[in-house]
C-alpha cells in the first residue's frame, strides 16, 4: 500500500496559535488526499477531501476558514488549523488512495493539543 | 441509525479463543468494505479488505452479507498482540468515501 508521511507526529500549543500539518505521500502520486479528526473514544470523522490543484471540498460542520487546506503538488497536503482553541484538541489524520475498491492508507496522526 | 455500526465493546477474551466481532452498514449501494485496526493512540492500520465470497488472512476470516448489510470478522487463536480496536469502514456508494464505524475494543487476556 501507499506510504504516507505526516508531520508533526505531536503539537502542543497556546490557544491562539495557528498550527500546519503536513501530509505527503512518499511513493503514490494522489490527486486527494483525505483530513480525519478523531476525538477520544470516537470514530474517525472525514473533515475534508483535499484535492490537488484546485479547492478542498469541506464535510458539513467544518469551517473552511478554520481548517486552510492546500494540496499544491501530487505528494504534499497541509492542513493548517488557524488561531487554534481548546476545542481543537484531537488527533488529525490524513490519508491516500482509495480509488475504486482499493483501500485507504494512513499517515502516523498528529495530536495537537491546545492549551 | 447510524451509517456504520459496531458493538463498542469492549470484548475481554481469553488468550487462544476465538472471536467475532459484527458490523451493520445502512447504504446498500456501498461496495468496499475494510476491517482496520487501531492501537491505542495510532493511526489506523489496514487489516483485510473485505470480498463478496469472504476470505481469509492467516487467523482473521472476514464475511460479508449484503442481504443483510452486515461485514464480520472472526479471529482464531488470539493472541495478546491482537489487543486493539477493530474499526469497520465501508465505502459511500458509488464513490470512494469511507464511512467509519465507531470501533471494537477487544482486550485478549493471559
Known amino acids: 500500500g501507499a506510504v504516507v508521511s505526516q508531520h508533526p507526529s505531536r503539537v502542543i500549543c497556546k490557544s491562539g496559535t495557528s498550527v500546519k500539518i503536513e501530509c505527503r505521500s512518499l511513493d503514490f502520486q494522489a490527486t486527494t488526499m483525505f483530513w480525519y479528526r478523531q476525538f477520544p473514544k470516537k470514530s474517525l470523522m472525514l473533515m475534508a477531501t483535499?484535492?490537488?490543484?484546485?479547492?478542498?471540498?469541506?464535510e458539513q460542520g467544518v469551517e473552511k476558514d478554520k481548517f486552510l487546506i492546500n494540496h499544491a503538488s501530487l505528494t504534499l497536503s497541509t492542513l493548517t488549523v488557524t488561531s487554534a482553541h481548546p476545542e481543537d484538541s484531537s488527533f488529525y489524520i490524513c490519508?491516500?488512495?482509495?480509488?475504486?475498491?482499493?483501500?485507504?492508507?494512513f499517515g502516523d496522526g498528529t495530536r495537537l493539543s491546545i492549551l | 441509525r447510524k451509517e456504520v455500526e459496531q458493538d463498542p465493546g469492549p470484548f475481554n477474551v481469553p488468550e487462544g479463543a476465538t472471536v467475532a466481532f459484527n458490523c451493520t452498514y445502512s447504504?446498500?449501494?456501498?461496495?468496499?468494505f475494510f476491517w482496520y485496526r487501531q492501537d491505542c493512540r495510532k493511526e489506523p492500520k489496514l487489516l483485510m479488505s473485505?470480498?463478496?465470497?469472504?476470505n481469509e488472512d492467516g487467523r482473521f476470516t472476514a464475511q460479508l452479507n449484503r442481504a443483510s448489510q452486515y461485514i464480520s470478522l472472526l479471529i482464531r487463536d488470539s493472541k495478546l498482540s491482537d489487543s486493539a480496536t477493530y474499526l469497520c469502514v465501508v465505502n459511500k456508494g458509488s464513490n470512494y468515501q469511507l464511512i467509519w464505524g465507531a470501533g471494537t475494543k477487544l482486550i485478549i487476556k493471559p
Open positions: 483535499s484535492n490537488e490543484g484546485s479547492k478542498a471540498t469541506y
Open positions: 490519508s491516500v488512495g482509495g480509488y475504486g475498491n482499493q483501500p485507504q492508507h
Open positions: 447504504n446498500s449501494a456501498s461496495q468496499s
Open positions: 473485505v470480498y463478496s465470497s469472504g
